[in-house]
């Protein structure tokens, strides 16, 4: 049976089809002011017989579409145990959230943790201070990773950061050892999480930030062995849903 | 029916009208869309949303028609204060406003921004002029439970009158003997307000009175054992909620009739949810009315609040005042006893509330705990570490979460409460 999961994120929503574990359709779409429409969009240019909602705005779609939902905890659980079955623990930092999910050996979770309500070193702090620093996000990571040199960033909150960014860039600093400092700074955040939860290997990192190759390195660098990435990070959860989908007896 | 205008009322007790039709409105918003919503309620809940309808209308006017008959109004903010010794020289004991995000603005004038959202919210409620009980109340009873409290009952009494109980930190004979001074020290205080005397007597239907009041708690606790459930944890927090505030005898009576119809549920097999619900125990920090917060989110995610390990809730009603004290002083002893066995945070050492946790979690049959904290509430966020490691020794799941009474973590809480309960089915 095919069978669709759709993970609703703050910045972007995502729709995979899958017939057991072959992947049918993949796509992608921006959250936008209007996040309904956006889904049914991604709806028609899909095909499937049962839809499972995930990520931050499932609830609205349960709501509109009267179908089940799991959360983003769960949902990337199954997406990254089914991708890399090594994993035990997930590493998913989005458009607004981070969060770090221990899984057991048959791959249940057993612990998470995410941020409560601030959206310090997420995808958005990333934009933010992209933006501050006039790179696209796909150069931001790149360009970090080039530095020689790292600066320190002393604040997590984005506004802040912003600030210090922009005082950073008034004092003629370089602006790549700047971006390498920004992520150090989610370097270091990300760490902690991951050490109140799990940091037992296979760790999959997934979630639109792990398209970042600074990140992924630096996280290496520091274990001391490679972070697993997805092929396609972001579309870990919509996967796990739509795997979640294939037991479900309605 | 039109409802009567209280306003001339409210007015005379000094309230702000307009602060006060706002917090009126949001509440019976509130109350509609979170209680009314609920599906298979029992019927005697009706008596609940008809009190909740009057609080702040017809429960005031009785307030105030028994301070014409010369009682006394006492306020509190906790389950340490002897409402028996109220009640003996017929006084009215009522728990303050507490529970909303209300008047944070003025609060925060007074008080650091780093306070409990219950503190904020007393303090608030105060301040901004828009709890009637405060204003009805003839003196207001603090207690030394937290930093927090202790010094802003300080602060406080620069407004009302506040009289502060020490609650001891350790549960030795010393700690005992000053509780006991305490509670003869209050005895004397509720004396010179009233004018009346406690007596062997009246301190014996005083006694009675609170007791009978627990009892009927007490009941509705043991019938939420049932599988499934007969009420709704939302439902059962409430009457634990409006046990502060309604008229003692009046309460529970109501709540013995609710009681009725809950055994004819069980019997029958009939609960609020669908089968298989997982079955939840809120522990840690009161919830004052109107904090719904957490069983909100837990009961809407599909599972089921069975217990509360709370000041509003098991801590209140657990254990009763003895009765065969013939003299006032085995009375007053009597009282000591039953108030020094509350297990609250504030004590160290305090295995006694793991023990408890852990008794709950298996005779309710829950299928995981949520330890709530208020935010900046050092003694339950401090003692949530030892509680989590005591149920994860038994294989039962813990979801520990810190939180105030804003609501923009909501969509947060619902995700983190969700993913919980998924790890709960398994």
């Known amino acids: 049976m095919r069978t669709a999961g759709i993970d609703i994120g703050s910045r972007t929503i995502k729709l995979v089809v899958v017939e057991r574990e072959a992947i049918i359709h993949s796509l992608i ?13 991604l709806m028609e240019r899909a095909s499937f017989e049962r839809i499972l909602a995930t990520g931050y705005g499932r609830h609205f779609f349960e709501t509109h579409f009267n179908v089940p939902t799991v959360t983003e905890i769960k949902a990337f659980a199954r997406g990254a145990k089914t991708i ?20 057991d050996e048959r791959g249940n979770v057993s ?15 990333l934009e933010v ?27 997590m909150c984005t506004v802040f950061a912003q600030s210090e960014v922009t005082s950073l860039l008034a004092r003629r600093q370089k602006r790549e050892d700047i971006a390498r400092g920004i992520h150090m700074a989610i370097l270091n955040r990300t760490l902690s999480l991951l050490k109140r939860v ?27 062995y490679e972070v697993k990435v997805p092929e396609d990070p972001q579309m870990v959860g919509a996967f796990g849903a739509a795997m979640i989908a294939q037991e479900l007896d309605r | 029916m039109e409802k009567k205008d209280y306003r001339p009322m409210w007015k005379d007790l000094g309230l702000n ?42 429960r005031i006017e009785e307030l105030i028609e028994t301070k014409r008959k010369g009682n006394k109004v006492i306020g509190t903010f906790c389950v340490y204060v002897p409402e028996e010794l109220i009640l003996a020289v017929e006084g009215t004991c009522v728990g303050l406003c507490a529970g909303a995000e209300i008047g944070i603005d003025e609060a925060e004038k007074v008080l650091p921004r780093n306070t409990c959202a219950l503190i904020k919210s007393f303090m608030g409620f105060k301040l901004a002029g828009l709890c009637p009980y405060i204003q009805a109340s003839d003196l207001v009873v603090g207690e030394t439970t937290c930093d927090g409290k202790k010094k802003a009952y300080e602060i406080l009494n620069d407004y009302k009158e506040t009289y502060v109980m020490e609650i001891p930190q350790m549960k030795t004979e010393r700690d005992r003997t000053l509780w006991r001074g305490e509670i003869i020290q209050f005895k004397v205080k509720v004396e010179q307000i009233t004018g009346r005397k406690i007596t062997a007597e009246n301190l014996k239907e005083g006694i009675k009175i609170a007791n009978n009041k627990r009892r009927a708690l007490q009941r509705l606790s043991a019938l939420r054992k049932a599988i499934p459930a007969p009420i709704s944890g939302l439902d059962a927090l409430l009457v634990n909620q409006i046990a502060f505030y ?40 009161p919830m004052a009315l109107p904090n719904w917060k957490i069983p909100f989110i837990v009961e809407t995610s ?12 098991e801590r209140n009603t657990r254990d009763l005042v003895d009765e065969t004290g013939k003299t006032l002083d085995e009375m007053i002893d009597a009282i000591v006893g039953r108030y020094f066995k509350i297990d609250c945070a504030c004590f160290t050492p305090n295995e006694e509330r793991t023990g408890h946790i852990l008794d709950l979690a298996r005779d309710f049959k829950v299928n995981g705990v949520i330890h709530y904290s208020i935010q900046f509430c050092t003694p339950y966020s401090v003692e949530a570490y030892k509680v989590e490691k005591a149920l994860q020794d038994k294989g039962i799941p813990c979801l520990k979460i810190e939180t105030d009474y804003g609501m923009e973590d909501v969509g947060q809480l619902k995700t983190r409460i969700e993913a919980f309960l998924e790890i709960v089915k398994g």
């Open chain 1, 198 to 224: 799990s940091m037992e290997s296979d760790i999959v990192f997934a979630g639109g930030v792990a398209k970042n190759p600074c990140i992924k390195y630096l996280l290496g660098d520091v274990l001391g």
């Open chain 2, 246 to 285: 309604d008229d003692p005898l009046r309460f529970t009576k109501s709540i013995n009739a609710l009681c009725d119809e809950l055994e004819d549920r069980v019997k029958k097999g009939i609960g609020v949810t669908k089968n298989g619900a997982s079955r939840i125990l809120i522990a840690g920090s």
């Open chain 1, 29 to 41: 779409a921006d959250t936008t002011h209007d996040p309904l429409e956006q889904c049914k969009r």
């Open chain 1, 129 to 155: 201070i992209a933006k501050t620093l006039g790179y696209n996000l796909d150069e931001f990571g790149k360009e970090a990773l080039k530095a020689q040199n790292n600066i320190q960033i002393n604040s």
């Open chain 1, 111 to 125: 612990k998470f943790e995410m941020n409560d309500r601030c959206a310090a070193g997420t995808g958005m702090f």
């Open chain 1, 84 to 103: 890399f079955p090594g994993c035990r623990t997930i590493l998913d930092i989005g458009g607004q959230d981070t969060k770090a999910i221990a899984l």
């Open chain 2, 17 to 58: 009208l307009e602060g006060h039709d706002q917090l009126l409105a949001v509440l019976g918003k509130a109350y509609k869309d979170i209680y009314l919503s609920q599906e298979n309620r029992p019927k005697g809940m009706q008596y609940l949303d008809f009190v909740i309808s009057e609080a702040h209308g017809l």
């Open chain 2, 302 to 313: 599909g599972a089921i609040v069975v217990a509360e390990e709370s000041c509003v809730g």
